[in-house]
């Protein structure tokens, strides 16, 4: 395994969705870590990770889809995108909505890509490309509303059937994560690289299919954040010796 990547060792707590979003809104309001900061950690792991894990170390040439949505895990996949493109992968980017659709944060990474020159569009229609070697999944992440419809479900549907490894930032889109409840339809990934804590849906006992191996990576919440009042967590130093680590 990679220098960037370690097994854990450790039995690190395991938070629901409400706790996760608390976390988040801890580090805005109260630690005044913006969510600029936040994605670009979140996708810089990522974008570690594909390369780290499936690429032996290069994405050089290689062909990587990009799906992503107009929320935070869209915004996360996009970081990873634009990393990916700097160190020589061909990246293509698929998205849920026209630009205008994005919130703020996920909308700059857009323009960024844009200015870059990275191929970025509407996934309308999905391609039909016979020499991807990977596919991103930044489509939903936990702010998922029932049963993925429209342009998310179809490219849910498309990277199923692509037969290549499929990595999935936070969640497989479609996956509950609190309770482990697949919605239909769902991602399923190769691996899941999760966001700075596990989430109790990804422990599901039927689970593992759709996550595939279990990640999770560091975007630098402050140990003195899991212990304030609310969250009531024990700090946890699960990034002890890496960003990443890996847990199933
Ligand atoms: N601190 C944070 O808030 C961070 C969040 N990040 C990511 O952001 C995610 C949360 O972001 P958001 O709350 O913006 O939302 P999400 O990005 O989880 O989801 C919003 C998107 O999902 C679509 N959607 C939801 N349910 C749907 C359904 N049933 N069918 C079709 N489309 C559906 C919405 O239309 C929208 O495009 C996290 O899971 C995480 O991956 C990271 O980017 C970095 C930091
Ligand atoms: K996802």
Request: with cysteine; aromatic share 8%.
């Amino acid at each position: 395994m990679s220098t960037y990547i370690k097994n854990s060792h450790t039995d690190s707590p395991k938070i629901n969705t409400a706790q996760m979003i608390e976390v988040d809104r801890l580090m805005m309001d109260e630690y005044h870590i913006g969510l600029i900061q936040m994605m670009e950690n979140a996708g810089r792991c990522l974008a570690i990770l594909v390369k780290e894990r499936f690429f032996d170390g290069d994405v050089e040439g290689k062909n990587i889809v990009i799906l992503a949505g107009t929320g935070g895990n869209g915004g996360g996949a996009l970081v990873a995108a634009r990393r990916l493109h700097n160190w020589g992968a061909k990246v293509q980017v698929y998205t849920t909505a026209e630009e205008e659709r994005f919130t703020p944060i996920p909308l700059h990474q857009y323009r960024i890509l844009k200015r870059m020159g990275v191929s970025i569009s509407l996934a309308e229609p999905l391609p039909e490309r016979e020499n991807i070697d990977a596919v991103l999944d930044g489509i939903i992440g936990y702010s998922l509303k029932g049963n993925p419809h429209g342009i998310a479900a179809a490219m849910i549907h498309w990277a199923n059937s692509q037969k290549v490894p499929i990595v999935a930032l936070d969640t497989p889109s479609g996956l509950d994560l609190t309770t482990g409840e697949f919605y239909e339809p769902i991602i399923k990934a190769s691996a899941t690289l999760t966001l700075a804590l596990p989430k109790k849906g990804l422990f599901a006992c039927e689970t593992k299919k759709v996550v595939g191996e279990l990640y999770v990576g560091d975007i630098s919440v402050p140990q003195e954040l899991y212990q304030e009042k609310g969250l009531g967590l024990k700090p946890t130093n699960i990034f002890r010796y890496s960003d990443i680590i890996r847990l199933y």
